[in-house]
């Protein structure tokens, strides 16, 4: 039996070769947008779930509580791990890592045996504790994990970075001069090479530096405040069966007796919390060491894939009820020879399963085609061990059959109803009730892609406004040098000296950090005739006499820093609009002479404000303007050199400038960057989420026109005689075509109203994770409206256009 009804279902594909290609093309489609996505959320979600022990690291977090409003991190102050674990016998152990933050990039050097020396920067470096390895497991080609960071100036390092110094030698025990901003230049002995981790890792590092025998080694260990330096990723490893919920709740009281009182005079407040390790990526709390998932974003990915599924099987039901008439006389000689409506229920299943494994196996073979393009849109190289490929394999297996199920379900239903006396007497018809259906779920198709549509033009208005929009500096031709060791920053001077005398130079400036990129100092300040009680975080930047002219910000009151007035390089500010708001000066006029000031040993530190600037984004466009005090200082070891090429040969500036450096710096490479692509970075995420909605529209689009298609076809064969009739009684090939065509664009209009206001709802909260953002405007469901009448148009009119112009004649004769 199962074998004729295999034969009876290959018969039927081969017989209607359109119907059963949309079926299994959309299917297919369907199919593999569910696999690929089902492949991200997988990656995404099994985050630090390979590690030993998982379930009993955590990683500490910090409440900032400051008049009210809570601000989360992961960061934390240096002693917090030790003292929960010398104060709660429930932790076991603890360990910090500190990004490298005044570091985009890290010089590396190492001198061969002939005595070339290799010279290159890399990025993702951290400061670790000599326990880190003993906690968050790591496998090692070379080295003991156990001992790695013990000893001081120790460097462990990935094997790919392995391979880039040393090659195919052996790279345990060799020296690598390690120059950084932030833990300064040194040398460094290779304790251990890691492997790539069997899992993904919130913790994306190529190297681990040992605190100990750098500059921060002081900082880190000789510092016992809680209050302050609030930069550290803690993690504790608690001991087997603890309760995390009831050591939470011994925090509140572990803060009032370390912490309460200092609290308590800047009038802050202040929380602990522990998450999970496997939980971190997606906490939607910045590390600081990786960037996070999105719980958003695999929920939009899934709703995609959900959708584009459902999609292919509306149009698998549509076009199966669509073409019943045809079967309508096999049902009826069937029933009359006696089956039952249980046996042709299976027959029908059975039709839609061989269909959907068919679809799988299409589906399979476009996934493993589309995984590297995939992987690259999404910004991700998916880990999946074989054992989980295995099991994904079966629960694919189980998506082709549920699938088969829903989409064969309803015209099984429906053509296994068919009275059989009515249909072989000729009498048989779709009934209204059936047509409704398929006119309803054409609809939902189209809301679904025209949804899609609106977000896709949403998020590209976005993107286009946080491309355009007035960034408060000038930031095109901004060209970015980094100053990583002593000796760089030593001869900046001389190098800016000699690059502002090159013609394709226009400016050049130095600074400790540049907008869009992380500003890690920040100090508590307040203002004239007030207290640290009514103390304010102000970030500062320290930067050279030129360093504002270049960037090019708006001067609104007072000056900028000048050589002209040497006391500009002691205790000067030149703030943004926003300080003079948040502390309360009347206007930016009115600060000008006016100081800020902080505590600090019990000695107050004024800082008198000499110029006040237009606002600009320091930060990128997520976050709102925050109070920001540029100081001269040129003694704090500049990271960035900050050079505006003149006019548009960018291209003669950097030879200039690279000619420069050598002749400076003849041992390092000349590294650089543009400002406006440098802050363009901090939209990745977001651009990677338009580039994947974008594809995943179009998918959806081609599946609802693969539908559409297919009705109209069907519709076309249906009135094949009236079409005939009304040629010859006159109508014109434009009337033929509009009235085939005119059904379906009330539906799309239809699913426009009902789409519209689903739309725009959904974008309006995506678009509230920007501080500065478009407005969704009439013209972007205009457009969107013109688009799908435009698509669904353009797939109804080949067929429609056909018809029309078919020769009366024949189709007359044929009836």
Not at 287 to 293: E, T
Not at 573 to 583: A, D, G, Q, W, Y
Not at 728 to 739: E, I, K, M, N, P
């Amino acid at each position: 039996m199962i074998r004729n009804y295999l034969k009876i279902a290959w018969r039927n594909l081969m017989k209607n070769k359109v119907f059963s290609f949309i079926n299994i093309f959309g299917l297919a489609v369907g199919l593999t947008c569910c696999i690929l996505i089902s492949l991200y959320i997988y990656h995404e979600t099994s985050y630090d779930k390979h590690l030993p022990n998982g379930d009993r690291i955590y990683q500490l977090g910090t409440t900032f509580i400051d008049q009210g409003v809570e601000e989360k991190g992961t960061n934390t102050s240096a002693p917090l791990g030790a003292m929960l674990q010398h104060e709660f016998p429930e932790v076991e152990a603890s360990t910090r890592i500190l990004s490298l933050f005044r570091d985009d990039k890290t010089l590396f050097q190492v001198k061969k045996a002939n005595g070339a020396l290799v010279s290159f920067y890399e990025t993702k470096g951290l400061l670790a504790d000599s326990n880190f390895f003993q906690i968050i497991n790591y496998t090692f080609k070379e080295g003991n994990p156990q001992t790695a960071l013990i000893a001081a100036n120790s460097v462990v390092i990935s094997e790919g970075l392995a391979n880039k110094l040393f090659g195919s030698e052996a790279a345990l025990d060799k020296m690598v001069r390690i120059s950084s901003s932030t833990n300064g230049d040194s040398t460094f002995r290779v304790t251990g090479v890691f492997a790539a981790p069997q899992g993904p890792s919130h913790i994306d590092a190529n190297f681990f530096i040992s605190f100990r025998g750098g500059n921060m080694n002081g900082f880190v260990n000789d510092n016992p405040s809680l209050v302050n330096n609030n930069m550290f990723n803690t993690y504790v490893l608690l001991k087997e069966g603890s309760d995390v919920v009831k050591l939470q709740q011994k925090f509140p009281a572990f803060i009032q007796r370390h912490l309460g009182e200092q609290l308590k005079q800047m009038g802050k407040q202040r929380a602990y919390f522990m998450t999970p390790v496997a939980a971190i990526h997606l906490s939607g709390i910045g590390s600081g060491i990786a960037s996070n998932g999105s719980k958003t974003t695999l929920f939009i990915l899934a709703s995609i894939a959900v959708l584009t599924l459902l999609i292919a099987c509306i149009n698998f039901m549509n076009l199966s009820t669509a073409n019943s008439a045809k079967r309508a006389s096999e049902v009826g000689v069937r029933k009359v020879l006696g089956a039952q409506k249980a046996s042709l229920l299976r027959q029908f299943l059975g039709e839609s399963l061989v269909m959907a494994f068919i679809a799988l196996i299409l589906a399979a073979a476009i996934t493993i085609l589309l995984l590297p393009i995939f992987e690259k849109v999404a910004g991700k190289t998916l880990i999946i061990p074989f054992q989980q490929k295995i099991i994904l394999g079966g629960l694919f297996i189980l998506l082709a059959l549920v699938t088969g199920l829903l989409a064969g379900s309803y015209p099984a239903f429906y053509l296994s109803s068919f009275k059989p006396i009515k249909v072989l007497k000729g009498k048989f018809s779709n009934s209204l009730a059936a047509v409704s259906l398929r006119k309803g779920l054409v609809v939902f198709q189209f809301v679904i892609s025209i949804v899609l549509i609106i977000a896709s033009v949403v998020i590209a208005n976005q993107m286009r406004f946080l491309r355009l929009k007035d960034l408060g500096f000038v930031k095109e031709q901004q060209i970015i040098v980094p100053l990583r060791t002593a000796t760089a920053k030593d001869n900046a001077s001389a190098f800016k000296n000699e690059a502002s005398n090159q013609a394709s130079i226009s400016s050049i400036g130095a600074g400790m950090a540049y907008p869009g990129i992380f500003h890690p100092q920040d100090w508590l300040m307040y203002p004239q005739g007030k207290t640290m009680n009514n103390s304010k975080s102000v970030y500062i930047n320290m930067v050279d006499d030129n360093f504002l002219q270049t960037l090019g910000v708006q001067l609104i009151a007072g000056r900028l820093f000048s050589k002209d007035f040497p006391a500009d390089t002691l205790t000067r500010f030149v703030v943004n609009e926003e300080t003079v708001k948040s502390f309360g000066f009347a206007s930016p006029q009115a600060a000008i002479g006016k100081w800020l000031a902080f505590d600090s040993d019990g000695e107050q530190q004024q800082f008198t404000i000499i110029g006040v600037v237009k606002n600009f984004h320091f930060k990128d466009l997520h976050e709102s303007i925050e109070p920001f005090a540029m100081r001269w200082y040129n003694d704090a070891g500049f990271n960035y050199l900050l050079a505006r090429s003149k006019g548009e040969n960018v291209k003669q500036s950097l030879a200039g400038l690279e000619a420069t450096w050598k002749k400076l710096n003849p041992n390092e490479p000349f590294e650089y960057s543009f400002l406006d692509l440098d802050f363009q970075k901090n939209y990745e995420a977001e651009e990677r989420q338009s580039s994947l909605i974008n594809y995943f529209t179009i998918v959806a689009i081609i599946i609802s026109c693969l539908g559409l298609f297919g009705l109209a076809t069907f519709t076309a064969e249906q009135r094949t005689k009236e079409i005939g009739i009304r040629k010859v009684l006159g109508a014109s090939v434009y009337g033929v075509v509009a009235l085939l065509s005119k059904d379906f664009l009330k539906l799309v209009l239809v699913a426009v109203v009902i789409a519209s206001p689903l739309a725009w709802w959904g974008m309006t909260r995506w678009l509230q994770n920007f501080a500065y953002q478009t407005s969704i405007s009439w013209q972007v469901f205009v457009i969107t409206t013109l688009m799908a009448l435009f698509i669904a148009f353009a797939t109804i009119s080949f067929q429609a256009i056909r018809s029309a112009l078919a020769n009366p004649v024949k189709s007359l004769r044929t009836q």
